[in-house]
Nanobody
Framework: VQLQASGGGLVQPGGSLRLSCAAS????????IGWFRQVPGKEREGVSC????????YYRDSVKGRFTISGDNAKNTVNLQMNMLKPDDTAVYYC?????????????????WGQGTQVTVSS
């Protein structure tokens, strides 16, 4: 089982980035995927998740209306489109298999956390 996050980079405030999470060793038809982020010295926080087969999604309040999570089951990939980025969105972003429902997302990854992808929002 492997989850590989990619797509991070440096962007100005108000800009956009699209993160991708490529999953292998299991099918997104049966597992939910969550995106998390962590800043040095702070706890990791859940950002968004999508259920198996994309039946429902969840977003933390601070990203609602700006971020969109989507799944491509044919490619076994989950994407996170991030628009109107703010400096507070700066973090290392991780994807993981976690429980997901419209009210929230689990915090314990089934497979560890991988290396993540750095997102920096700065002018």
């Amino acid at each position: 089982v492997q989850l590989q996050a990619s797509g991070g980079g440096l962007v100005q405030p108000g800009g956009s980035l699209r993160l991708s999470c490529a999953a292998s060793g299991f099918s997104l038809d049966y597992y939910a995927i969550g995106w998390f982020r962590q800043v040095p010295g702070k706890e990791r926080e859940g950002v968004s998740c999508i259920s198996s087969r994309g039946r429902f999604t969840y977003y933390r309040d601070s990203v609602k209306g700006r971020f969109t999570i989507s799944g491509d089951n044919a490619k076994n990939t989950v994407n996170l489109q991030m628009n109107m980025l703010k400096p507070d969105d700066t973090a290392v972003y991780y994807c993981a298999r976690v429980p997901c429902d419209p009210q929230g997302m689990g915090e314990v990854s089934l497979d560890g956390w991988g290396q993540g992808t750095q997102v920096t929002v700065s002018s």
